[in-house]
């Protein structure tokens, strides 16, 4: 079993910045994928970041130059830092974990990011 906390989130204005944090913790074994994906009011869960234990990131690509994923300094974190925010990434988003051997999935319970215009 593997914790995912998150942190971060909030209410912004159009153009604002915010930052998300994520905290794995249990039975972690590498390689793994570690990201957020975000779904607003009607529509699916969408990946919007990951970064794989060596260093690999993918975005989406509404998010692309505007949002960095990273590593936190402390072990089996990652930080998401959203720049240029849109009313468009409203959204709950939520943490995500994928072990690359196991294939098993893990979810945060979620923050709200909303944008306002």
């Known amino acids: 079993q593997v914790q995912l906390v998150e942190s971060g989130g909030g209410l912004v204005q159009a153009g604002g910045s915010l930052r998300l944090s994520c905290a794995a913790s249990?039975?972690?074994?590498?390689?793994?994928?570690m990201g957020w994906y975000r779904q607003a009011p009607g529509k699916e869960r969408e990946l919007v970041a990951r970064?794989?234990?060596?260093?690999?990131?993918d975005y989406a690509e509404s998010v692309k130059g505007r949002f960095t994923i990273s590593k936190g300094n402390a072990k089996n974190t990652v930080n998401l830092r959203m720049n240029s925010l849109k009313p468009e990434d409203t959204a709950v988003y939520y943490c995500?974990?994928?072990?690359?051997?196991?294939?098993?999935?893990?979810w945060g319970q979620g923050t709200q990011v909303t944008v306002s215009s």
């Open positions: 995500h974990f994928r072990s690359i051997v196991s294939a098993y999935v893990y």
């Open positions: 970064i794989r234990t060596e260093g690999i990131t």
């Open positions: 249990g039975s972690i074994s590498s390689p793994y994928y």
